[in-house]
């Protein structure tokens, strides 16, 4: 591989490497247990997005449901039951779930989102080719495809930091069974990626043996 093939390979390296650091990531930050909880209980599951965006929500509901229909737990979209969350009656739904054979509640909401700022500074990447006695043609060469040091610019990408929290609720008593709150960083796109939100959930309930 020649000098200037080398060049474009770290480059595009170095494109690839400053994309994924900008990609949506989600932390959980914590996680909370009733103690008594008995495993096995969850067996029916409607789930509830609180979201200004009715698509977000619905995508959000759809794709929480699939998860647990995957670990054999039925899961109920909230939209279906509950259209318009303006006009919720939560009387006459806790009726219904309860007449349903739903066994617990998932409720998911924003509590927090604000606009971060990050510095990242100049990186250089080291591409070194062929070891041992070589002529390579002249030291231009030898120098070409020896060593390349390729430095991509600093620069600053602004995210979306966006805290949720999401409680699971028995709807016999209606007591609260679980909590976890979560931190996704969005990238500068505004691309919503829902499905970090909702493993990083889905994996801890599953860790509690909520499911």
Known sequence: MHGRQLLKLSLALLATLAVAAC???????????????????????????VA??????????????????????????????????????KDALAQRAKAEGVTHVIVTRVVDRQKVETYHPPSTATVGVGYGPGWYGSYGSFYA???????????????????????????AKEDLIWSGMSETWVDGSGQKNLDPVIHSFVWELRGKKVL
């Open 52 to 89: 200004a965006d009715s698509s977000i929500r619905r995508q959000y509901e759809d794709m929480f449901c699939a998860e647990l229909v995957k670990l054999g737990v039925a899961g109920i979209p909230g939209y279906k039951w509950v259209p318009d969350p303006g006009k919720l009656d």
């Open 145 to 171: 495809t020896g060593y390349s040091y390729v430095t991509s610019p600093g620069y600053v990408t602004t995210n979306d930091v966006v805290s949720l929290e999401t409680n699971v609720y028995g709807t």
């Open 23 to 49: 990609a949506p990531k989600t932390t959980l930050l914590s996680s909370w247990l009733a103690p008594g909880f008995q495993p096995g209980s969850v067996s029916k599951v409607l789930v509830l997005g």
